[in-house]
């Protein structure tokens, strides 16, 4: 029986890669602090709108768990590898070790033949070397089992993997899916705006030209007043009244447009603001560099 031949790599100690539960934990995404629950309840028109929210805002978390699989994976092929070289020296070192305790049982034999060992000292000299033989044998089986364990472990490792990715992958995508949504909302809020700025100026200018029309009433009271200082108290008192009901319909026309004033100002700013808000959201769940397909 020949001995095996040497590997070409150097040789490797014994190295067992570590154990699932000895595996630093993964990192999972957390629950959202009061703030961004406060910004998603003010914002939720809807359960669509509060689901793309809270996907958006675990992307990034995704992202990062399925990167610190791919990590692992890795790690635990080059532990594997290592230890499947060490075996593979073991083995070598078990061979090589059984073929010196064939080389002395011969020498042995031989020295048997020529009478230079006694019957006892040969047969104790056999008994060691069947027994350092068979304990070679027991320690090489024992290296490819736990051998055979590690691949399936890798195995494991390895399909486990992929499936995470796998749905990691589908959840980006539908984050992906429904930030886009979310910003076209954010583009029909700003055109909103738009409209509700134009209104306001429309009626900025209706403003304008109400007060024009009451300095205009007012210069025709004065000179009708001085037309009529003149007249007859009746007609007198009849003036007076006539303009008294023409300066309350204005002050009534005035405080009209003051509230409709208030309120598109009043809409514009809460357009403004919700508009802000889901540009900022949208800003903080964007994905960054390095993601699901841009591993570093």
């Known amino acids: 029986h020949a001995p095996l031949q040497a590997p070409a790599q150097p040789a490797l100690q014994p190295h067992l890669s570590p154990s699932p539960a000895s595996l630093p934990p993964q990192p999972a995404p957390g629950p959202p602090s009061p703030s961004q629950g406060a910004q998603a309840t003010a914002l939720r028109p809807s359960d669509e709108s509060l689901r793309a929210t809270i996907a958006e805002k675990f ?3 995704y992202e990062a768990q399925l990167g610190y699989l791919s990590r692992v994976a890795a790690v ?3 532990a594997l590898q290592r230890d499947i070289d060490g075996l593979r020296q073991v083995a070598y070192m078990a061979q090589h070790s059984a073929a010196e305790n064939r080389m002395r049982v011969d020498a042995a034999r031989q020295a048997l033949g020529q009478g230079h060992t006694s019957i006892a000292a040969m047969r104790d000299a056999i008994h060691a070397a ?3 033989a068979n304990a070679e044998a027991a320690a090489l089986h024992a290296s490819e089992h736990q051998a055979r364990q590690e691949e399936a472990m890798l195995a494991t490792l390895q399909a486990r993997v992929r499936d995470e990715c796998a749905e990691l992958s589908s959840e980006c995508q539908t984050a992906q899916q429904r930030r886009r ?3 076209d ?11 509700a700025r134009a209104d306001r100026s429309v009626e900025a200018q209706a403003a304008r030209d109400q007060e024009q029309r009451a300095h205009a009433a007012a210069a025709a009271r004065d000179e009708a007043l001085r037309g009529l200082r003149s007249h007859e108290d009746l007609a007198v008192r009849t003036l007076k009244d006539a303009v008294a009901r023409l300066e309350t319909d204005f002050a009534r026309e005035r405080m009209d447009f003051a509230e409709r004033d208030r309120r598109a100002t009043a809409q514009v700013r809460e357009l403004e603001r919700r508009l802000d808000e889901r540009m900022r959201l949208g800003a903080q ?3 960054t560099p390095g993601g699901v397909f841009g591993l570093s």
């Open 181 to 183: 949504r979310e910003e």
């Open 76 to 78: 635990e092929q080059q």
């Open 285 to 287: 769940a964007s994905p």
């Open 59 to 61: 992307a990034g978390a």
């Open 130 to 132: 069947q027994h350092e």
């Open 185 to 195: 909302r954010a583009t029909e809020l700003t055109q909103e705006l738009a409209r």
